[in-house]
């Protein structure tokens, strides 16, 4: 069977299903050093949030904010940022960022500081459980 929505394969190879929202399919990156989700619209050849309907763009702003909540009950960090750049990867996603003052990147841009580190396999399992929990609780 064909996945019905393909997902960028950089994005796949990087990042582990959580689930899915009404809009978005939510990712948890794997990279222990942050925690980061990612909200890809399930919307074909959508690059740009402009490529949305209003409808859609309106979801993907309500399921922007859920993720945010969702990340501050789940790692309470003392910043959470929020980008949809795309500059490596075309296909319209949103990222999550939880931030902390202590964080290896802070204050500057997760993107390029240093190596990803997987979580080990029992630790992303516990993470991505609570999450779902989180996003099926709000």
């Not at 009404?22 to 402009?50: G, Q």
């Not at 609570?130 to 609780?137: I, K, P, T």
């Amino acid at each position: 069977m064909t996945d019905p929505f393909p997902l960028d394969p950089r994005l796949a190879a990087d990042t582990v299903a959580v689930g899915d929202l009404a809009l978005c399919s939510v990712l948890l990156m794997d990279d222990a050093r942050f925690p980061w989700l990612i909200l890809v619209p399930r919307r074909e050849r959508a690059s740009e949030i402009t490529d949305l309907s209003p409808e859609d763009a309106a979801m993907l702003m309500g399921e922007m904010r859920l993720a945010t909540q969702v990340m501050l009950a789940l790692a309470k960090p003392d910043k959470v940022n929020v980008a949809a750049l795309g500059n490596v990867v075309a296909q319209l996603h949103v990222h999550v960022i939880g931030r902390f003052r202590s964080d290896p990147a802070w204050p500057g841009p997760v993107w390029g500081h240093g190596t990803r580190t997987p979580y080990p396999p029992h630790a992303r399992a516990q993470l991505i459980e609570r999450a779902g929990a989180l996003f099926a609780a709000a």
